[in-house]
């Protein structure tokens, strides 16, 4: 049996994501991509460590054009550099990541971290 409370809480993040996936598919129609495709190709930023002496900081590298013209359709500028922090995430809970296929349909897969 579902916990009330956990089940107000995943309506809540349903709905932020559907909020998110139309203010993205509403931003990005005139570049002609689909919000999976945009995400797709913003998930390839990378970050670089850089130590000068003991400091330690963390750069985002140029962006391609479409990456810069993505986050430029939702008002979004990267810093040039970022603070470095040292965390280290474990998990023993399974992560289910959803998707849609071509029909519409979701389907699920099952990830351990």
Request: contains cysteine.
């Amino acid at each position: 049996m579902r916990k009330k409370e956990r089940t107000i809480a995943h309506l809540l993040i349903v709905m932020l994501a559907y909020k998110m996936e139309r203010y993205l598919r509403s931003a990005w129609e005139d570049l002609d991509i689909t919000v999976k495709e945009g995400i797709s190709r913003l998930a390839r930023i990378t970050s670089n460590v850089i130590a000068v002496g003991e400091k330690k900081l963390v750069t985002v590298p140029r962006l391609d054009k479409a990456c810069k013209e993505l986050l430029k359709q939702v008002n979004v500028t990267l810093p040039e550099v970022l603070p470095y922090r040292e965390t280290h995430v474990a998990t023993r809970k399974k992560v289910m990541f959803g998707s849609y296929n071509q029909n519409g349909t979701s389907s699920y897969v099952e990830d351990s971290f």
